[in-house]
């Protein structure tokens, strides 16, 4: 049974920086696309960040430039490195396999998220 365990999320002022961490078991990690997510109350699910298996990356345009994702296959672990915070980044961070090209989440088992608030 897939799980994702995300941790690292918090509250920071404007221009602040956060990472972002998941821990995930129950998949054969390092053969998938790894992608963190975010969904604002009332919005959909969203890509934010993607890793492929091959470890090229890519970004949604909103995040493009202040977020780095990674990936450490020994310890099944994503991260996402978060600078220059927004406002608008505020809301809950997931992470899940992603599907190539549509980043649609490959599991439909989501860990429990990781709230991150921008603020002053």
């Known amino acids: 049974q897939e799980k994702f365990v995300e941790s690292g999320g918090g509250l920071v002022q404007p221009g602040g920086s956060l990472r972002l961490s998941c821990a995930a078991s129950?998949?054969?990690?390092?053969?998938?696309?790894m992608g963190w997510y975010r969904q604002a109350p009332g919005k959909q699910r969203e890509l934010v960040a993607r890793?492929?298996?091959?470890?090229?990356?890519n970004y949604a345009d909103s995040v493009k430039g202040r977020f780095t994702i990674s990936r450490e296959n020994a310890k099944n672990a994503v991260y996402l490195q978060m600078n220059n915070l927004k406002p608008e980044d505020t809301t809950v961070y997931y992470c899940?396999?992603?599907?190539?090209?549509?980043?649609?989440?490959?599991?439909?088992?989501w860990g429990q998220g990781t709230q991150v608030t921008v603020s002053s």
């Open positions: 899940n396999a992603a599907s190539w090209p549509s980043g649609r989440a490959v599991f439909d088992e």
């Open positions: 129950g998949i054969i990690f390092r053969i998938y696309d």
């Open positions: 890793v492929r298996a091959n470890n090229s990356t």
